[in-house]
């Protein structure tokens, strides 16, 4: 049994301080493009030595340090081109990858390694290259996302390709805030940072880097992403125990919860309409209109948690404040500025987008997970807090959307809020400052 | 049908040839073995169900009704489980004869919609018992019992603009025979339509749903792809529309409602112990009741339905006044579809909703015997 509290023999450092430059970011990909024909060839190589790699651990058990270097060199210069091309980061990387980057591995190679976990690698490293492919921060990696994609049929591929944006889709979405602001979102920037660094760790597991199994858990693979004070905060007190009888039946038991979701649904947006009126002329939305639209945001979260296989029990019908170990706490109506609430509409595309990205992302997760916990009667913590995240990104969205706060949802794929007097400083933080949470490597 | 009427006894090695019966009968045993076995399969999961499900409770997050939804649809995917091998072995029987196209894992698992609607059907129903239940005490049930019936009714109503994979009959002849038979037996405006089903099954099949406005009468592609001749054909639509024109599912849910009150009294009697249907755990132990009621009532509504298909059968042969392709079909019946003409006594009283092959035949020859005296 694995440690599941050791540090990652494959983790990412972020030193970026979030600065871009116009010129550079509006050129990004054509910048980029002697970078991707480097990191092509360094890749095919990288894969050859590979397959010398798996000969010896199957043969040996023991990978030849000098091999297993060249196979970790390709990792970091492939995180770095990758953080340059998808606006993690500012600088022009070096050719081959240098030291001193602001987006960087760290990796700790494990020389002697199962034989037989070795042997079948390629088979173990399906469902985490399926997750990669989710989110779709392999780009530069020769290309895992591409791999997992084509291997798999149309279904998968549109299931990859669908959640395979969440990386792109905020790369997107940042190229246009780094245009406007000559800054880029730290949440978006995080979001990349994770969809690289998970990408990172299943291919250097895939590649025989390292024998440890990716954890896509968010808290583990960013530890220093950190929510800031927002009015829709996830609750998550759920245990991972699963009963696999419910796990078997999982997407028939929510077939009721889907009717109601749907029908509710109807009423809901009509409210949203009044609501909207509402808060345009008073500059609030009315406490009634606010209850029966968080209640369906609640309880959209409730759904979509058991649905995959994210919470444990069979959620309530009502939606109701604390009746489910996945949910979220929304405030109470706070006053709206009228411009913001009249242009919502448009505002929110950036946040659908995200969050329709997202969405493909908690269906593999929901997948992925159906079978990892009918056959260990658990959900893997890594999976069940990256859909936690997901999670909480969809209710952020859907609250902004439907009226119940006018702060935008956080991209960043934490888990947890930090204490309250964190979250104020964060809060606090002056725009320009470095990110000083990165661990020390 | 004319009461007293008597069905001569048939040789069915003649009428069906030696062979075939005794294929029919071989194949028809495994059915019914397939069919004990489950049945007892069943009755051993729902009183494991009855006994255990409700610590399936703490699997929940949601209120007594909530809740019990959870432990209706539990015990409904455990059911389905314990009886997925006992369908397996029929299809691979029914593959084996030829009386099926359809492959395992389409079977076993190509239908999940209609589970979906069976997980719905049974959260609705919950949802009535338990909220009245639960607002009522034990005078549940006779509102609960008016509501399943008006529930039943809504259903059998609707069910033919449901059906959406049907399309019109285009065989303008067989149409016209259609409204000929619906005019003489005082009915009008009951549209055919076909159901392609050639890609499942090789057997035939026909029925009449809805009732009122939405009167319907169904044949199955395979009915009319030339394995039976027009004549035939001609006297399943008769008897598909005696059925509307004698009422017979308004009448089928007047039974259901006879039947509903006595069981809905029965139900809140037994889960009394465990609190009664307004608590979740009574639950696993209201599956278990429902089915004993459902196989002691089995009998009285295969009989019900018996009555009905031999009314059917007598206002066809009235209509069409032809005994020889009345015969022809049922013949015909028992080669597509295997089925013993004759069989054990016990499968027939518990389980056949249609006379046998052979009192059918029987059926033709007797209206025969009758006609010719009044036509010489």
Not at chain 1, 124 to 136: D, E, K, R, S
Not at chain 1, 218 to 243: C, K, N, Q
Not at chain 2, 79 to 99: I, N
């Amino acid at each position: 049994m694995e440690d599941e509290t050791a540090p990652l023999p494959i983790r990412i450092v972020v030193t970026d301080d979030l600065e871009r430059s116009r010129v550079t970011v509006f050129f990004r990909l054509l910048l980029a493009i002697p970078h991707l024909i480097v990191v092509t060839l360094y890749g095919i190589a990288a894969a050859a030595v590979s397959i010398i790699l798996w000969l010896a651990i199957v043969i040996e058990g023991k990978a030849p340090e000098s091999l297993q270097s060249f196979v970790a060199s390709y990792l970091r210069y492939s995180v770095q081109v990758s953080a340059y091309l998808n606006l993690a980061a500012q600088p022009y990387p070096s050719f081959g990858g240098g030291d001193g980057y602001p987006v960087d591995l760290e990796i700790v190679p494990s020389p002697r390694q199962s034989r037989g976990r070795a042997a079948f690698r390629l088979v173990l490293a399906i469902p985490v290259l399926l997750v990669a492919a989710a989110l779709g921060g392999g780009s530069s990696f020769g290309n895992a996302s591409w791999f997992a994609s084509q291997r798999t049929d149309t279904e998968w591929t549109s299931v990859g390709w669908g959640g395979g944006g969440i990386v792109v889709a905020a790369a997107f979405l940042s190229w246009f805030a780094s245009l406007a602001r000559g800054r880029t979102p730290r949440g978006l920037r995080d979001l990349i940072a994770y969809g690289i660094a998970y990408t990172a760790q299943a291919v250097g597991y895939l590649l025989l880097v390292t024998d440890r199994y990716p954890t896509s858990d968010p808290s583990r693979v960013l530890p220093y992403a950190a929510l800031p004070a927002h009015p829709v905060r996830l609750e998550l007190t759920d245990g991972l125990e699963r009963s696999r009888l419910t796990v078997f039946f999982r997407l028939l038991l929510a077939i009721p919860h889907l009717i109601w979701l749907s029908l509710w649904g109807v009423l809901m947006l009509l409210a949203v309409l009044v609501a909207w009126f509402a808060a345009l002329v008073t500059g609030r939305v009315p406490l009634g209109l606010h209850r029966f639209i968080a209640a369906w945001v609640r309880y959209s979260v409730h759904v979509g948690a058991f649905l995959f296989i994210i919470g444990g029990p069979f959620p309530g019908f009502v939606g109701a404040d604390g009746s489910y170990p996945v949910s979220v706490a929304i405030d109470p109506p706070q006053q709206q500025r009228r411009a913001v609430t009249f242009f919502r509409i448009w505002l929110a595309i950036p946040a659908v987008i995200l969050g329709s990205a997202t969405t493909g992302v908690i269906w593999l997760v929901g997948l992925l997970g159906w079978w990892a916990a009918l056959f260990t009667g658990r959900m893997p913590e890594g999976l069940r807090n990256l859909g936690a995240a997901g999670l909480r990104y969809s209710a952020q969205a859907n609250a902004y959307v439907f009226l119940l706060t006018e702060r935008y949802p956080y991209a960043a794929p934490a888990v947890r809020d930090r204490p309250h007097d964190e979250q104020l400083e964060l809060e606090l933080e002056p725009p320009t400052a470095g990110f000083a949470g990165v661990e020390p490597a | 049908m004319p009461s007293g009427l008597h069905l001569a006894a048939v040789d069915t090695d003649s009428v069906f040839g030696k062979a075939f019966v005794r294929k029919a009968v071989r194949v028809e045993r495994f059915f019914l073995s397939t069919w004990l076995l489950g049945q007892i399969a069943l009755f051993a999961t729902l009183w494991i169900y009855s006994r255990r499900g409700a610590r399936f409770a703490r699997e929940s997050a949601a209120g007594p009704i909530g809740t019990g939804m959870l432990l209706g649809m539990l015990g409904l995917g455990i059911v389905w489980l314990v009886q997925l091998p006992f369908g397996l072995l029929d299809v691979w029987w029914a593959r084996r004869h030829d009386l099926t196209k359809v492959g395992y894992l389409d079977w076993a698992f190509g239908h999940w919609l209609e589970l979906g609607f069976t997980f719905v059907s049974i959260c609705v129903a919950l949802l009535v018992v338990m909220f009245l239940a639960r607002r009522l005490g034990e005078s549940w049930w006779i509102p609960g019992a008016v509501a399943f019936v008006a529930i039943g009714a809504t259903f059998a109503f609707v069910q033919p603009y449901l059906l959406s994979e049907t399309t019109p009959l285009k065989d303008r002849a067989l149409q016209r025979s259609g409204e000929k038979f619906q005019r003489e037996q005082g009915v009008s405006g009951i549209p055919i339509s076909v159901e392609d089903v050639s890609g499942t099954t090789s057997q035939a099949n026909a029925y009449a749903v809805g009732f009122g406005a939405s009167r319907k009468v169904v044949l199955w592609s395979t009915m009319i792809d030339g394995s039976f001749s027009d004549a035939e054909v001609r006297v399943v639509l008769a008897h598909e529309i005696g059925h509307h024109s004698s009422h017979h599912i308004p009448k089928g849910i007047a039974w259901f409602a006879l039947f509903a009150l006595p069981g809905a009294w029965v139900l809140m009697r037994a889960t009394r112990r465990r609190g009664g249907m307004g608590e979740a755990a009574a639950v696993p132990l209201a599956l278990l009741v429902v089915a004993v009621i459902q196989l002691a009532l089995a009998p009285a509504q295969a009989w019900i339905s018996r009555r009905m298909e031999s009314e059917a059968d007598w206002k066809a042969l009235q209509t069409t006044h032809d005994p020889a392709a009345a015969r022809g079909l049922f013949v015909g019946f028992a080669g597509t579809s295997l089925g013993d003409p004759d069989p054990p006594v016990w499968a027939h009283v518990l389980l056949d909703s249609h006379p046998t092959l052979a009192q059918r035949v029987a059926m033709a020859e007797a209206w025969r015997r009758r006609s010719v005296p009044r036509r010489g």
